[in-house]
């Protein structure tokens, strides 16, 4: 079938509305209930939404979804009762009494629901359709329901969002700040219930949770700010709800709870690979430019130092710089990868080849890459003293997650480490103003002479 | 004969349940017990398409690597920053959509109840007999079902040693050589495995319900993990008994008044345990304030 012959039936709209304001508030307050580490209490309070609407019906015997939505109400709130109880008074940790009242309640559920089946006038067959789920069968006045609860859960959270963000981030802050907080906490939950309650229609009892985490988690990937976290939130739900919507009216026998469920879970994955900062790909570009950075820096420095080496030993000869495979050995790579970071470092200009022996590459410092490995080594050596005698200078102002050491220092501080550097003769040999650098500059021979 | 074995069907998932489930939730993965049970809804479904019967052991193996990647996902999901119960939440509930869609896409060839498999349908064990050669072995459910419990009994005793540490101190493990992520993912395996081979008989609820509740109960009632073990299955046999009755006294489902009962008993071990119970907790604080008064 068409999309758009889909949208002209009205049974399509209305349905397509109830999903996506459920998408909608279930978003938003999913954002919340992640914030608070409560994922999995949707699933929870779902599960046991069940004895609830099922005492409901044992009562009155009739299928109001007003009805139904107090005694889910009434069940849910019980639930959370159990698990906080059972975690409080117990060593029991919260997983597990979240996951023990789940399956007690939606046992518990099952015995009402399957007592009704086979003992009941057999007008319960809407019953276990509002469990487990079927958007397709939302009609009008499900929809309104649906509209009336999304709008007071998306009107109150937009009221009390400075509470409930200071309940998200730090509750023991908002009690000193004379908030109620268990009180909040409690209208959070109330309010999730809700959500809960008002899903299981459309989705069904495991996918109702979905609805809660999914956007939620997805936006988490794209800010850092609650507003905006809440906002992209409720706008990832109302999307799942109009793809899922879609994607079921073209295929018969598609049931809709799931692939909206499917929707959101793809929203999820997207944003899990590609979003721009925390992504698995950014970060994955981070991870290789870093790890590129660091064997550059590595190379350089293994480079600086077989000169300084060899001037050290025979300062007056004339030699040519070094092949590949000699700096590998001195900083442990894989050849191949130092010629690959040579090769780097040649398209800076910071390195250059002298010569070809016959079979070999040899390189050598440009005056600027001098310069540049000269920081880096004296970066390194101060780094070392100061790890090595760090009692010493426990007075300095030193943030060491920071690269560089010496923009840290005040010039006093500067020059007493360089004095003890060079007490225990580490200070970098070959530095600009020593005049070594026009010394590597292509002589007539086509070495290096000092 | 028929109520015999029906008990016994779920005597014999309780106390591999109960058994495995001390592990995890000593190792704070109740939920995931609870997502295994949820996400190898497509592996199912996949084996019968595939394999075009309902034999045990298509079922096993598809579910059994469904659960592995269940597992899998969340450890990855988690590195990758995502906190554990939101990734556990994302994870089933995805899998499990893809399960239902295939279920309700593929209705005319897979002979599967979803509401079947939520409840599961314990009482008709018997009836679903296995022939082997001619001969009528009994329920198919019981000998999936007690193999998989023979198999995880085997399992865990001979490294006892090792899953004992891997729950209590993982680092330790670690340190001294014991391989703590293949304990994890065998342990998984297990839990896999026993959750397909009770789920078909007995419904996800029980097998998340019996994971969880017979564990829990004993892990009141004592502070020895072998001891804990044993009251563990216990306590899933005797619900598993005492559940029948009363789903036969109510007429109603078999594996949802297990739970129920499973649950009352654990709520006697809430109130009542002479260590952690609330009223023993309670009249020991009155002794102490009566001493001091």
Redesign the interface.
Known sequence: MNVWLALQDPNTQWVLMGCVLLGISSGVLGCFAFLRGRSLVGDALAHAALPGVCLVYLLTGSKSIGLFLIGAGVAGLLATYCITAISRHTRIKEDTSLALTLSVFFGIGIVLLTYIQHSASGNQSGLDKFLFGQAASLVFHDVITIMIVAAVLIVTTALLFKEFTLLSFDPGFGRGLGFPMGLLDGVLMLMLLMSVVIGLQAVGVVLVAAMLIAPAVTARYWTDKLGKMVILSGFFGALSGVLGTLISTQQENLPTGPTIVLSATAFFLLSLLFSPRRGVLARMVRFLSMRNKILREDVMQALYEKLEEQTKRRPTRVYYGFSGEHLAQKCGKRASAVRKAMYALQKKRYVTERSRTKEELLWTFTPDGLKEAHRLVLNQRLWDLYHMNQNQYHDLEIDVNQEELAPQLSDEELSLMLAQLSAYDLTPRLADHQGVSHLLQPSNQGGLSL | MNTFLIILTGSLVAASCGFLGCFL?LR????L??AIS?AILPGIVLAFLFSGSRDILPMLIGAAVIGLITVFIVQM?NQ????S??A???TF??L???G??LV??Y?QQVDLD??CV??GEIAYVPWDTWQLGGTDMGPRALWGVGGVFLFSLLVIGLFFKQFKLCSFDPALAAAIGIPVMLFHYLLMTLVSLTTVAAFESVGA??V??M???PS?TA??LTDRLHVMLFISMGVGVLSAVLGYF??SW????I??????V??LL?LLA?LFSPR?G?IS?MVARRKVQLGEA
């Open positions: 939730i704070r993965m109740a939920m017990g609870d949820h999901l990758s920053g995502v906190k119960d939101a556990i939440g994302v509930t995805a499990f959509s893809v239902v869609v309700s896409l209705t979803l509401d939520l409840y609820i029980l998340v319900a994971l969880v509740v829990a892990y009141l009363l789903a109510l007429d109603s489902s594996a949802g008044a297990m739970t129920a499973a649950g654990f809430f952690h609330l907790k």
